[in-house]
Structures are given as C-alpha cells and as structure tokens.
C-alpha cells in the first residue's frame, strides 16, 4: 500500500513513474546475482507504464505460468510487417509493433521478437541510406542494443519511431523518383518536337506500364499526357 502511494504520488507531483518488482522472501548470498537479474528482468519485461508490482520470482524460470505466444506464426507476422512498412502505413506498423512485443512472453522470446523488429528496420535502413546512411551511427547502436531501453514501453516507442522516420525517408525517395520520370518525360517530348511522340514509347523510355504513366502524369501534373 505505501508503495502504491509513492507511484500515485510521483506521477501527480513530478510526472514520473515508478515501478517494482520483489521477490517473496530472502536469498542466499550467491544467489543474490541470479536474483538481481530476475528482478530486472521482470521490470522490463512486465511493467507497463511502470505501473506494476509483480512478484518476480517467476521470472527466474522465463515468465509466467501459463503464458504462450500469439497463434501468429512469426513467419506471417515478419511478413505482415514487411507489407505494411512497404505500404508506408504508419499507424499498421505502430499496431504490429506493438502486439508483438507487448505480450508477456519468456525473456528469450522478448528478444528474439525484439531483435527479428530491430533487423527488419536496419535492412531497410541500408537499402534507402544510400552513402549518407538514413540513421545516424548512435540511432543504429541504440537500435541493435536491447539494453538502452529501461521498459518495453521505451523500447516499443523507440522501434515505432525508427519505423516511422523510415517510412517518412522512403515517401521521399519516391517522390523523388516519380518527378524524376516526369521530367524525363518532359524532356523527351522537347527533344522530338517534331515528331509524333505516343504513350507506348514514353512508357518504354521510362520503364512503365503505358495505362500507369498516364494516370501518374495526370495525378502529379493535373493534365493528361495527350495534351502536353
């Protein structure tokens, strides 16, 4: 009971959070290691908002009883992520993150689902960073580092907002992309003035689709392609 007034306490007057976690009873001292970790384990893994009081000795033998992952295989939720991180839609790739990792599961399990998140991330990175790179040096070790992340809450805002500047990296890139064929486009009908330029030799000039060109001429430049 005191306990609890100490956390309501702190999150009126300093807006902060406390959380605990004990074990039943004493330990002998070369145990005291295992324990310690049992117990920071449990913080970790288990409090969320740092508002819980659990009794970590459970925690000594990977989680609690009777806990088992989602029915998800982790093949379809890696795929799942993928498609929507593809699709840029933010607010799938905040819901999946955060139901795989929020879930009570063994701490093994914790870190495989967190490390398969963060590896995801880190290829995508590499693929739009180019020689700039897309994170900085100290984002990617934080990112590959389940350690600087105090509670599960931290780390799961943490993977959301790499994904997200991510996403954002990848929206630009193919804004970039796609004005760049419009110029090409624009400046292949410069170059044949006088000829009779049609679509099919616009589309193979800059690899597209001809039906796909058009409707994106049009929804970039408002105008039809037949009338430029």
Request: charged share 25%; glycine share 8%; hydrophobic share 40%.
């Amino acid at each position: 009971g005191s306990l609890e007034t100490v956390q309501s306490t702190c999150g009126k007057l300093l807006k902060l959070t406390v959380s605990a976690a004990g074990g039943s009873g004493p330990v002998d001292w070369d145990e005291l290691p295992d324990a310690g970790f049992a117990l920071r384990k449990a913080l970790f893994i288990e409090a969320v908002e740092g508002r819980l009081i659990w009794n970590a000795d459970s925690a000594r033998s990977g989680g609690r009883a009777g806990t088992s992952q989602p029915e998800e295989s982790p093949q379809a939720r890696r795929e799942k992520l993928d498609a929507a991180l593809e699709r840029g839609d933010a607010e799938e790739v905040r819901r999946l993150i955060s139901n795989w990792l929020l879930p009570s599961v063994p701490y093994a399990v914790y870190m495989e689902n967190y490390f398969t998140i963060a590896a995801r991330l880190l290829g995508m990175a590499n693929r739009l960073g180019g020689e700039d790179g897309v994170l900085s040096d100290a984002r990617v070790d934080q990112l590959m580092n389940v350690q600087a992340h105090t509670c599960k809450p931290q780390a799961i805002e943490f993977l959301q907002s790499i994904a997200e500047q991510l996403m954002e990296r990848q929206r630009q890139a193919r804004d970039e992309s796609v004005h760049r064929v419009i110029d090409k486009v624009h400046r292949i009908i410069r170059e044949r003035l006088a000829e009779d330029v049609s679509l099919t030799a616009l589309a193979e000039a800059v690899y597209l689709n001809p039906t796909y060109l058009s409707e994106l001429y049009k929804r970039i430049t408002g105008s039809n392609l037949s009338d430029t």
